[in-house]
């Protein structure tokens, strides 16, 4: 493999550094960060000679296996957090835990949870998988000397960050951020770097909790 130039690497580091604080730092309006994280990415990978095929995000790939397993891995993930999870942090930190009120505007509101729905497979589902188990897994692998047997150090690294990319959560929103996407990125390496079973398995998964959450019925 040719070696990278320090250009490369310094341009990498801000390539990852951007898709994670733009958001945070330009609150632009109905996730239309979105836009632009996905147009730098984009240009990031032309600059690279490389494009979305090479992430894992094929045409051909997008099938009914990856949706049929996307929903039912997300019905396992659902049902750790539900009786795994959350039970425990309640049972050992009961009195650190504040009250999780991030989308209680959508109980008794059909209109307002359809509409969260949406932005979940939109921005939840496509945008942070091919933002995170493609472009930054994938920058973060390319940095090792040999890439191909690199994919789980850049995996963990990368789950570590899509934890932390859920601060403003709170440590018990982070840890299962981590536990989340270290979750999905095995299911993108166990079905040969496919993205689509981990887009449709996060999508699944937060349309669920989000119906979940509707009625009352995923906290404590």
């Not at 994280?37 to 997008?62: E, I, M």
């Not at 945008?127 to 850049?154: C, D, H, M, N």
Request: with cysteine; hydrophobic share 55%; glycine share 8%.
């Amino acid at each position: 493999m040719q070696k990278l130039t320090l250009q490369q690497r310094v341009v990498a580091v801000l390539f990852v550094l951007f898709l994670l604080l733009f958001p945070h730092f330009v609150p632009l309006p109905f996730f239309s960060y979105t836009l632009v994280c996905f147009g730098v990415g984009l240009y990031y990978l032309r600059w690279q000679k490389q494009n979305l095929a090479g992430l894992g995000l094929q045409k051909t790939g997008l099938t009914l296996k990856p949706l049929a397993i996307g929903l039912l891995s997300a019905l396992l993930w659902v049902a750790f957090m539900r009786w795994g999870y959350i039970p425990f942090i309640f049972h050992f930190f009961k009195d650190m835990v504040p009250p999780y009120t991030e989308y209680d505007f959508i109980r008794n509101n059909p209109a307002k949870l359809l509409m969260v729905i949406v932005a979940a497979w939109v921005v939840g589902g496509f945008y942070e998988e091919v933002v995170f188990r493609g472009f930054i897994l994938r920058t973060i692998q390319g940095q090792f000397p040999k890439p191909e047997k690199s994919f789980w150090v850049a995996g963990i690294i990368t789950s570590v960050l899509f934890g932390l990319y859920h601060w403003q959560q709170g440590i018990f929103g982070v840890i299962p951020a981590v536990l989340g996407s270290l979750y999905w990125t095995f299911l993108f390496k166990r079905f040969g770097e496919n993205l689509w079973y981990s887009i449709f398995s996060h999508a699944f998964y937060d349309t669920i909790t989000l119906v979940m959450i509707y009625y009352g019925v995923f906290g404590k």
